[in-house]
């Protein structure tokens, strides 16, 4: 029997800054870019949202409505570091787990649970252990299939656990309007609204011949999913595709020229990059920058080197580089995003391109404990040097 169960975490960045600091707990809190200014709301707490605080609220918006709100300026790396915590732990619970977004995770549980009673021990299982080890909640949502399993967490929230059989599917799934389904949007609900399709109850009924008429192949998926029949699988670490590139960009919190500076941020998205790549097993030839300085002029510079190289001494040291050229070109431009990426993929093949220096040897030991070290405690608990400002 296919079993899905999706784990959302509650108010995940605004819970995290409560762990952190727990006398903001129970409180309106809200965090968000900049406390001052012209920021938006990036998430805020339950406590908040019953006083009409709404992700993506303009903070003036947000303090009139709440007056006592706390605001919090957010810290990614925070949410990163308790992002892969909560994967480890998910890991533990089947082998199957796809990290769908920072807060979010499907498990497949084929095998593993018998039905859907079994599951939803295991359910409570998964809460109570991340409630014990991380201080967080989360709302688990339990179906046969991955978009209901996404419904069934929304049904549930905050610190749920809500289950959708299939032979339920009418009374929690298709009383909802359409574009509570992952991939319906706006304009979708519009066209749908035209055909009279309101619910997903309507999308299940409607004849698939007027959807493929008007949608194409994808009406005819809009009403497999309509009906539960979610054919997607859970992908997990071992069915994902190799990527073609890896690269992990930010946009600075001010504009900024200084060289040291931009080089800590460099070595802190190297870091990143590394780990992926290593995860992947692949070897890159080509390195790309990417800089976007404050008039929003972005270019790309890439360059391509004779062998494949895994080494993130070596991946730092070429990137800092390309860096130096181009801050060396445009000494007074301010940078407000900056970018790297690593593509031209060997996988596996790096071994054929022996004898290596014993420096290349070194950088390859180093990449590969500092790896481990990071799967296992999460990717900020070892960073290089110089990535400290
Ligand atoms: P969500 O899971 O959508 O929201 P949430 O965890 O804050 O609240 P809940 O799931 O209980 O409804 O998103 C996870 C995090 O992603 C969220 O804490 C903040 C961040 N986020 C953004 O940065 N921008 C956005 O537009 C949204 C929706 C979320
Ligand atoms: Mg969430």
Known sequence: MNIILHVDMDAFFASVEQVINPSLLGKPIAVCGAIEGRSIITTSSYAARARGVKTGMPIYLARKACPSIILVEGDHRKYLYYSMQIMNILKRFSDR????????????????CKDLEEAK???????????QELKLPCTVGISQAKIVAKVATSLGKPDGLFVIPKNELDRHYWTLPVKELVGIGQSTEVAL??????????????????????????????KQIALGNDPSEVVHDGLQPPPKSIS?????????????????????????????????????????????DSSFKTVSIARTYDGHDR??????????????????????????????????????????????????????????IVTRVRRRFGQNSILRANALV
């Open 193 to 222: 609204k035209i055909m009279n399709i309101n619910t997903i109850g309507d999308l299940a009924n409607a004849p698939v011949t007027d959807l493929i008429r008007r949608f194409g192949k994808n009406g005819y998926w809009m």
């Open 121 to 131: 021990s295991l359910g409570y299982k998964i809460k109570k252990t991340i409630r």
């Open 97 to 112: 787990v796809e990290a769908y977004s920072i807060d979010e995770a499907f498990l497949d549980l084929k095998g593993i």
């Open 248 to 292: 992990h960009s930010t946009t600075l919190d001010q504009d900024i020229k200084d060289r040291g500076r931009l080089r800590a941020v460099l070595s802190y998205l190297v870091s990143k990059v590394a780990q992926r790549m290593w995860v992947h097993g692949a070897s890159y030839r080509t390195i790309y920058l990417v800089v976007r």
């Open 311 to 368: 080494g993130e001494a070596l991946l730092f040291l070429r990137s800092a580089s390309i860096l130096d050229g181009w801050i060396n070109d445009n000494p007074a431009t301010k940078v407000r995003l900056i970018g790297i990426g690593i593509s031209g993929f060997n996988y596996g093949a790096y071994q054929m391109e022996l004898p290596l220096s014993r420096q290349a040897r070194q950088d390859l030991a180093v990449t590969d």
